[in-house]
T-cell receptor, first 111, second 114 residues
Framework: EDQVTQSPEALRLQEGESSSLNCSYTVSGLRGLFWYRQDPGKGPEFLFT???AGEEKEKERLKATLTKKESFLHITAPKPEDSATYLCAVQAYTGFQKLVFGTGTRLLVSP | DGGITQSPKYLFRKEGQNVTLSCEQN?????MYWYRQDPGQGLRLIYY???????QKGDIAEGYSVSREKKESFPLTVTSAQKNPTAFYLC?????????????FGDGTRLSIL
């Protein structure tokens, strides 16, 4: 069974304090790994897609990396506006575009 | 601006009542999805549709029904058979071709029981 585990559940950082979020996955053939940001009361906002081990994507203070077993979302010098829940999802070769989601990491960045 | 519109933002259901959640997209996407989000759990797939007039059950379809009469619209009905309907419901869409196309989400409908 395809599975995604995110850690930590919650993370509190000071503004400017860099850190990483982890997404471990088991999947029967990875078609893509996706990172989303979700603000309270809103739908997830797409950030990145990673397709193969070794791939990296960057957007402002965020950088996503991928290995054969896990993905990391690195946050460099975060700002309070980076506070949100970050969701990881995987898509397997199941014949349609089903995503399996982790439970997310709640990030709080204090000024 | 292209996007996905869900309505209403908040919805209350009485015992024995069916309620319908609206989802409209103007992204010209072929595939549409309904998810349910509960605290402490990942998003779970209720139903999905890859093409007009066709849809498939997801992991938790019991107590729900959908229709796909137009490419742009994918309404979800929460029936009285769904005994625990209180949740945040999210609609998504994607281009149903190519490898690993991301799903794009609306801003959700929060359903509560009166």
């Amino acid at each position: 069974e395809d599975q995604v585990t995110q850690s930590p559940e919650a993370l509190r950082l000071q503004e400017g304090e860099s850190s990483s979020l982890n997404c471990s996955y088991t999947v029967s053939g990875l078609r893509g790994l996706f990172w989303y940001r979700q603000d309270p009361g809103k739908g997830p906002e797409f950030l990145f897609t990673l397709y193969s081990a070794g791939e990296e994507k960057e957007k402002e203070r965020l950088k996503a990396t991928l290995t054969k077993k896990e993905s990391f979302l690195h946050i460099t010098a975060p700002k309070p506006e980076d506070s949100a829940t970050y969701l990881c999802a995987v898509q397997a070769y199941t014949g349609f575009q089903k995503l399996v989601f982790g439970t997310g990491t709640r990030l709080l960045v204090s000024p | 601006d292209g996007g996905i519109t869900q309505s209403p933002k908040y919805l209350f259901r009485k015992e024995g009542q069916n309620v319908t959640l609206s989802c409209e997209q103007n992204l010209n996407h072929d595939a549409m999805y309904w998810y349910r989000q509960d605290p402490g759990q990942g998003l779970r797939l209720i139903y999905y549709s890859q093409i007009v007039n066709d849809f498939q059950k997801g992991d938790i379809a019991e107590g729900y029904s959908v229709s796909r009469e137009k490419k742009e619209s994918f309404p979800l009905t929460v029936t009285s058979a769904q005994k625990n309907p209180t949740a945040f419901y999210l609609c998504a869409s994607s281009i149903d071709r190519g490898i690993g196309q991301p799903q794009h989400f609306g801003d959700g409908t929060r359903l509560s029981i009166l």
